[in-house]
């Protein structure tokens, strides 16, 4: 039971617990249940003997440690509840001030959620991008179009040049030594893709299938440790030179690549593509531009614990993304020329302002007295269920309903704030001085 509560930092209450003498017998005899089994006692087979004879034995106070175990967790919660207070961590610093056949009394340490003030989250002003598609953009896309359907041609009567395709065995050096990771074989490069370490490509341009040569370049510094800023040899020999060969750009090239059956309704569907992105685009920056400003509207103290999770949170996110693509997180790490410490200490700052974010949002949400309704959270529950492919009744059991109606509280509350937000023009570039202006159109004369 709760003894008392009493807030002793920015973000910390004192817990000060009872846990009453029947309670604390029935966790003594369930420690007991629990570890029989592994206590030695002359006379007895293992398990079998009586609970008093082991006291007796090894002392009163044999099954306490495990009791306090068995018996904490419910009364910590209970506690929590009466004293309304909503922790963000494991409760720490425990005091124990007795212990013994009259139950238990101690005092523990608990971080809770911060109650920050939002002011002025109404009519946040922030920059909008303003969204355009020229000519040039849907001549671009189309030629992208056009490169995706190139067809690859061997050619044998001349070198590779800039734009082809060379098939190319290598393997580099540095000092004289093989280094990991530097060799390949039949490896298509495109020249002028820029995929390569800088000056690679160029100096495979000129030469002709069949011709071995050295290839000597410079690491960057932002590379990987082992390699950055260092001078290496590269063994190359081509196997064949493609180049590309671009459809033509008319009526039955657009019948290939798309539904349409001129080119003008092509390029028509690509303008309203493009705008439509930008618009998306244009609409993300603006948001995340009111969430910043929101951010700097919490100046209460976070719990350090809150930003450190949110990092771990997304470092887990990060280490998915990378597994998923069959390479191991530490061996990428290694790769980059990064340790853990620097990868979070990269993550911390955007951690830092989530939290503030997530912690905004729910303060806003009791402001404007945010309701979620139990058709709401029926209807979450179900779509849940649809995006991971399971019953609903299994998303319900792993997802607590108290969650479900926070993440849809928090959602209004960012409607309510992305709503009542302000889109401002981005600002003009500055004008050109009138000096220089002149200057110019006297040089141009």
């Known amino acids: 039971m709760l003894v008392s509560s009493e807030k002793t930092g920015a973000n910390e209450v004192t817990l000060e617990l009872k846990i009453e003498a029947d309670v604390f017998e029935a966790a003594v005899n369930k420690a007991y249940q629990k570890d029989k089994n592994r ?83 109404k009519g946040i002003a922030a920059v909008k991008p303003a969204v355009s598609v020229t000519d040039e953009d849907v001549e671009k896309d189309l030629q992208s179009k056009r490169e995706a359907g190139a067809r690859e041609i061997s050619v044998e009567d001349r070198a590779a040049a800039m734009g082809d395709i060379a098939t190319i065995d290598f393997e580099g050096f540095v ?65 064949g030179v493609k180049e590309k060969q671009l459809p033509e750009l008319d009526d039955e090239f657009v019948k290939d690549v798309s539904e349409f059956d001129t080119l003008d309704e092509l390029k028509d569907d690509i303008r309203k593509t493009l705008t439509q992105q930008r618009e998306d685009s244009a609409k993300s920056a603006f948001e995340n531009a009111v969430y910043d400003k929101l951010a700097s509207l919490v100046t209460d103290e976070i719990p350090d614990v809150m930003v450190d999770r949110a990092v771990e949170n997304m470092i887990d996110e990060f280490r998915y993304n990378i597994e998923r693509q069959g390479m191991p ?64 009744d299994v998303v319900k059991k792993a ?41 110019a159109e006297e040089a141009a004369e």
Do not use: W
């Open 39 to 121: 206590i030695n006692v002359p006379g007895f087979r293992k398990g079998k003997a009586p609970r008093a004879f082991i006291e007796k034995i090894y002392g009163k106070n044999v099954f306490y440690d495990t009791a306090l175990d068995i018996a904490f967790p419910d009364v910590y919660d209970a506690a929590v509840k009466e004293a309304g207070i909503d922790p963000v961590d494991n409760p720490r610093d425990f005091d124990l001030k007795s212990m013994d056949e009259n139950g238990v009394e101690l005092t523990c340490k608990v971080t809770v959620r911060p109650d920050v003030n939002v002011v002025g989250y």
């Open 175 to 239: 000092d004289g030594v093989a280094f990991e990771g530097g060799k390949g074989e039949d490896y298509d490069l495109e020249l002028g893709s820029g995929s390569f370490i800088p000056g690679f490509e160029d100096q495979v341009a000129g030469h002709n299938a069949g011709e071995s040569f050295d290839v000597n370049v410079t690491f960057p510094e932002q590379y990987a440790e082992e390699l950055a800023g260092k001078d290496a040899v590269f063994k190359v020999t081509v196997k």
């Open 329 to 392: 997180f530490e061996a990428y790490l290694k790769n980059i020329g990064l340790g853990i410490d620097a990868v979070k200490g990269m993550y911390r700052a955007r951690a830092e302002k989530d939290v503030k974010i997530e912690l905004a949002l729910a303060k806003i949400a009791d402001l404007e007295n945010v309701e979620v309704t139990d058709e709401e959270i029926a209807e979450e529950y179900d779509a849940m269920a649809k995006r991971y492919g399971v019953e609903a």
């Open 399 to 439: 997802i607590p309903e108290e969650n479900v109606k926070k993440e849809l509280r928090s959602r209004k509350a960012s409607k309510l704030v992305i709503d009542n937000a302000v889109a401002e023009a981005e600002p003009e570039a500055p004008a050109e001085d009138a000096e220089e202006e002149k200057d």
